[in-house]
């Protein structure tokens, strides 16, 4: 059964980095587009960031560009988020996810989820 399972979550003062990984299992996800989603307390989940299955693309949410980064190790079925810069308004749960679909970011495009990692961020 395939499975994602992220890790890394904390609680941290605001400019704090953390580095969030999602571990995956049950089958390889090497030819799947991976992505991170966050969903704060009362909102919809959100689109983060998304890196594509080849050639390594990243697409970036405009709020965490430039402060956070997406990658992937095809090899260990692994991918990580680090943050850098945190923000009070990056608190959320983050979700990992997996998608057969580059260019859509839509959470109805991803068909694996993780079970999620808090992140706190206090100002």
């Known amino acids: 059964q395939a499975q994602l399972v992220e890790s890394g979550g904390g609680l941290v003062q605001a400019g704090a980095s953390l580095r969030l990984s999602c571990a995956a299992s049950g089958r390889t996800f090497s030819s799947y587009v991976m992505g991170w989603f966050r969903q704060a307390s009362g909102k919809e989940r959100e689109f983060v960031a998304a890196?594509?299955?080849?050639?390594?693309?990243?697409h970036y949410a405009d709020s965490v560009k430039g402060r956070f980064i997406i990658s992937r190790d095809s090899a260990k079925n692994t991918m990580s988020l680090q943050m850098n810069s945190l923000k009070p308004e990056d608190t959320a749960v983050y979700y990992c996810g997996a998608s057969n679909k580059w260019g859509d970011f839509r959470t109805s495009q991803y068909s694996y989820w993780g079970q999620g990692t808090q992140v706190t961020v206090s100002s």
């Open positions: 890196i594509s299955s080849r050639s390594g693309i990243e």
